[in-house]
């Protein structure tokens, strides 16, 4: 395989899901070697953060990337789509702290990269390949990844909560070539008893149900769930019975754990290198994906890396 790249720069326009905020990202083709890199066009001399795992500074709810005080937000849904179609660099402008929520996945990144389309470029692609087990495992949640090898990138995520709604979940990606039809569009979700709880905190202001999926898993009074809609800004609904508020029906009956697999592919984009192995996260989260993500891109400094080039017979 050959490096890619975007053939052609593309914009888009949201909000951030945490500050709320307006703002425009810009995907342009990039060289060689480049990576992803992110340019805050708002701030004086547009400062440049390189997207790599060690760059996370905060995981509450979101990755965010910070270089000398620089930060940007929300990174992860942007950075699944471009490792999702198989592109090695890209440089990203934004002016402001938080990318677009969109609608809570990377479906519409997606959509506009096959528009412009993908440009094969003169080096070879350099694959990490897997010789041995990697694992993380966090004592305090009983979340753990495993990176084991194998001869092509796979995920397998499951998820857990003590909710009637939303208990144990399961999904599956056996080829990074089925992310398109099979992840991208799958939407962020936020449990009704966390909300006020997050607003609180100053997160989710541009948060509502074009760009999440709410579990709604323990019955509120009506007159609650009223002030709940007023504080987010939506619309009041009567909801009598337990489930998952949506302004969207669900795409598959496992979409949280499927948005879980998205974002795990969206934090294993900061090692900076394809993967050719099997991927086994068990309850993952966004700081655990990074401490797995930032012990990979240890083991890519210490380990030999492999240029893979097409054979002719």
Same mark, same amino acid.
């Given at each position: 395989m050959k490096q890619r790249t975007i053939k052609e720069s593309f914009s888009i326009k949201g909000k951030g899901l945490h500050t709320g905020l307006k703002t425009t990202i810009t995907f342009r083709p990039a060289p060689v070697d480049f990576g992803y890199r992110i340019k805050r066009l708002d701030l004086e001399g547009s400062p440049v953060i390189m997207a790599s795992a060690e760059n996370v500074m905060n995981t509450q709810r979101c990755t965010v990337l910070s270089v $000398?005080? @620089?930060?940007?937000? #929300?990174? =992860?849904h942007a950075l699944a789509a471009l490792y999702g179609c198989e592109i090695d660099n890209c440089l990203i =402008?934004? $002016?402001?702290?938080?990318?677009s929520i969109l609608d809570g996945s990377s479906? =519409?990144?997606?959509?506009?990269?096959?528009? @412009?389309?993908l440009e094969k470029q003169s080096k070879e692609r350099i694959y990490y390949e897997v010789d041995r087990n990697i694992e993380y495992f966090d004592a305090e949640t009983?979340?753990?990844?495993?990176?084991?090898?194998? $001869?092509?990138?796979s995920v397998h995520v499951q998820i857990a909560f003590d909710s009637e709604v939303l208990t144990v979940q399961n999904a599956f990606l056996e080829n990074l070539s089925d992310f398109e039809d099979e992840v991208s569009m799958c939407r962020t979700f936020v449990f009704i008893k966390e909300i006020e709880s997050l607003l609180k #905190?100053?997160?989710i202001k541009g948060g509502d149900l074009n760009n999440a999926i709410v579990i709604y898993d323990q019955l509120i009074q009506q007159q609650e769930l009223d002030r709940l809609a007023d504080i987010m800004? @939506?619309?009041?609904?009567?909801? $009598?019975? #337990?489930?998952?508020i949506v302004n969207k029906p669900l795409l598959f009956p496992n979409e949280?754990?499927?948005?879980?697999?998205?974002?795990?592919?969206?934090?294993?984009?900061?090692?900076?290198?394809?993967?050719?192995?099997?991927?086994?996260?068990?309850?993952?989260g966004h700081r655990i994906n990074n401490l797995f993500a930032r012990n990979i891109a240890e083991?890519?400094?210490t380990e030999p890396v492999f240029e893979i080039h097409e054979s002719f017979s």
């Amino acid at each position: 395989m050959k490096q890619r790249t975007i053939k052609e720069s593309f914009s888009i326009k949201g909000k951030g899901l945490h500050t709320g905020l307006k703002t425009t990202i810009t995907f342009r083709p990039a060289p060689v070697d480049f990576g992803y890199r992110i340019k805050r066009l708002d701030l004086e001399g547009s400062p440049v953060i390189m997207a790599s795992a060690e760059n996370v500074m905060n995981t509450q709810r979101c990755t965010v990337l910070s270089v $000398d005080g @620089v930060q940007v937000a #929300t990174i =992860e849904h942007a950075l699944a789509a471009l490792y999702g179609c198989e592109i090695d660099n890209c440089l990203i =402008e934004i $002016d402001s702290p938080e990318f677009s929520i969109l609608d809570g996945s990377s479906v =519409e990144y997606i959509n506009n990269i096959r528009r @412009v389309g993908l440009e094969k470029q003169s080096k070879e692609r350099i694959y990490y390949e897997v010789d041995r087990n990697i694992e993380y495992f966090d004592a305090e949640t009983g979340s753990y990844l495993i990176l084991m090898p194998s $001869d092509r990138f796979s995920v397998h995520v499951q998820i857990a909560f003590d909710s009637e709604v939303l208990t144990v979940q399961n999904a599956f990606l056996e080829n990074l070539s089925d992310f398109e039809d099979e992840v991208s569009m799958c939407r962020t979700f936020v449990f009704i008893k966390e909300i006020e709880s997050l607003l609180k #905190t100053g997160l989710i202001k541009g948060g509502d149900l074009n760009n999440a999926i709410v579990i709604y898993d323990q019955l509120i009074q009506q007159q609650e769930l009223d002030r709940l809609a007023d504080i987010m800004g @939506v619309e009041r609904r009567k909801i $009598d019975k #337990t489930g998952y508020i949506v302004n969207k029906p669900l795409l598959f009956p496992n979409e949280p754990a499927r948005h879980k697999l998205l974002d795990v592919i969206g934090d294993i984009a900061l090692v900076g290198k394809f993967i050719k192995g099997k991927i086994i996260a068990n309850r993952p989260g966004h700081r655990i994906n990074n401490l797995f993500a930032r012990n990979i891109a240890e083991q890519i400094k210490t380990e030999p890396v492999f240029e893979i080039h097409e054979s002719f017979s």
